[in-house]
């Protein structure tokens, strides 16, 4: 009688840390999901001006570069 409790209790706990291991995956997806909206956004709206930064200092370097390859 006692195995048989001792195989369910087992068998029950195995089936809860699975569970959990759902459950935590799919809060690992969703704050993922949620990081990658929120670095749309920030890209939707503030995405040209650091374009726009980016690219005037590979202007300010680019002739340091070309002058260091000689």
Do not use: C
């Not at 048989?4 to 089936?15: E, K």
């Not at 995405?47 to 570069?65: C, K, L, S, V």
């Amino acid at each position: 009688m006692s195995l048989g409790f001792l195989l369910y209790a087992w068998r029950t706990v195995l089936w809860e840390l699975y569970n959990w291991k759902k459950a935590a995956t799919a809060i690992l997806q969703f704050f993922g999901y949620i990081s990658k909206l929120a670095l749309a956004l920030v890209f939707h709206f503030i995405g040209d001006p650091i374009t726009a930064t980016i690219r005037a200092i590979e202007t300010i370097f680019t002739p340091f570069e070309h002058s260091t390859h000689k």
